[in-house]
């Protein structure tokens, strides 16, 4: 009933740049947490960025002052802008989102933890 896009991602040279959208479509009623994880090859999934609806935002250690998590509302996307990459930023990065949405059958149903497919960033020279 919802689906998470996500586009954005690609080849970047250490020190770029890169900006990260996640575009949730559907008969959503609303959407409460999103943030955006990331897993690198071999290691397990890890949260990036987190921002509530009203732009409480979480960072992970290794991304603050680098990265920053945005998101429009009015669009139902979310953002993460990426600054100063590193070869330790190579990653499937991942949205998430906590929302509710109405079932085929017209019921609001509230669902945490609710993922994209994922975007790769591979940040190399």
């Known amino acids: 009933q919802v689906q998470l896009v996500e586009s954005g991602g690609g080849l970047v040279q250490p020190g770029g740049s890169l900006r990260l959208s996640c575009a949730a479509s559907g008969r959503i009623l609303n959407l409460d947490d999103m943030g955006w994880y990331r897993q690198a090859p071999g290691k397990e999934r890890e949260l990036v960025a987190s921002?509530?609806?009203?732009?409480?935002?979480t960072y992970a250690e290794s991304v603050k002052g680098r990265f920053t998590i945005s998101r429009d509302n009015a669009q139902n996307t979310v953002y993460l802008h990426m600054n100063t990459v590193t070869p330790e930023d190579t990653a499937v990065y991942y949205c998430?989102?906590?929302?509710?949405?109405?079932?085929?059958?017209?019921?609001?149903?509230?669902?945490?933890?609710?993922w994209g497919k994922g975007t790769l960033v591979t940040v190399s020279s």
């Open positions: 998430n989102v906590n929302l509710c949405y109405y079932s085929a059958h017209d019921v609001p149903v509230c669902q945490r933890d609710y």
């Open positions: 921002t509530t609806r009203t732009e409480i935002t």
